[in-house]
């Protein structure tokens, strides 16, 4: 047994190599991370509703006009996100923590296969509209298959020279 295991590690490949992350700029490998939080804030109802205020003022006279302030609820929702960057403690270079851009390009890329999928499900759409002779839902169809092709071409593009980047900072940042 002891023969087999000795054997079997022996013929496994030793590509097992430790990266290092160092500064894509001067090379220095004396680096600290950082993170950036980017919070975004957005309300939604509440407020004044003159409807309420005209109904009031019909029924309570201009006291009435303050009914359009009751029952108004207002929603607050905050959406956090965190961005990684590591920081050269030799020239200052700030630049991205790899992993975290390689998951950002992957949502990307799910987004753009999916506007895809989108137009190709508007031009089957369009196309069964215009056999059936309802041209006009058929030519909305249509218009809609193109606006997401052209986004969908648009973020093709955007994610290419996003890729190129990452590849170059993967290169100059990381060595074996």
């Given at each position: 047994?002891?023969?087999?295991?000795?054997?079997?590690?022996?013929?496994?490949?030793?590509?097992?190599?430790?990266?290092?992350?160092?500064?894509?700029?001067?090379?220095?490998?004396?680096?600290?991370?950082?993170?950036?939080?980017?919070?975004?804030?957005?309300?939604?109802?509440?407020?004044?509703?003159?409807?309420?205020?005209?109904?009031?003022?019909?029924?309570?006279?201009?006291?009435?006009?303050?009914?359009?302030?009751?029952?108004?609820?207002?929603?607050?929702?905050?959406?956090?996100?965190?961005?990684?960057?590591?920081?050269?403690?030799?020239?200052?270079?700030?630049?991205?923590?790899?992993?975290?851009?390689?998951?950002?390009?992957?949502?990307?890329d799910t987004a753009m296969k999916?506007?895809?999928?989108?137009?190709?499900?508007?031009?089957?759409?369009?196309?069964?509209?215009?056999?059936?002779?309802?041209?006009?839902?058929?030519?909305?169809?249509l218009i809609l298959a193109i606006?997401?092709?052209?986004?969908?071409?648009?973020?093709?593009?955007?994610?290419?020279?996003?890729?190129?980047?990452?590849?170059?900072?993967?290169?100059?940042?990381?060595?074996?």
């Open positions: 047994m002891p023969d087999s295991v000795a054997k079997k590690q022996e013929s496994e490949p030793q590509d097992y190599k430790i990266k290092t992350v160092k500064c894509p700029k001067c090379g220095g490998k004396r680096l600290q991370i950082t993170t950036e939080t980017d919070t975004h804030v957005k309300t939604s109802g509440g407020g004044y509703s003159s409807t309420k205020g005209c109904l009031g003022w019909l029924v309570l006279g201009p006291f009435g006009l303050l009914c359009g302030n009751c029952g108004s609820k207002q929603k607050t929702s905050v959406d956090t996100t965190n961005k990684t960057y590591w920081v050269c403690s030799d020239c200052g270079n700030k630049f991205r923590n790899l992993e975290d851009w390689k998951n950002e390009l992957e949502k990307e999916a506007s895809l999928c989108i137009s190709v499900f508007a031009l089957l759409g369009a196309a069964f509209f215009w056999v059936s002779h309802i041209s006009f839902m058929g030519k909305l169809l606006v997401y092709v052209l986004m969908a071409f648009a973020q093709w593009n955007l994610l290419r020279k996003e890729k190129e980047e990452y590849q170059k900072l993967e290169h100059e940042s990381t060595e074996a």
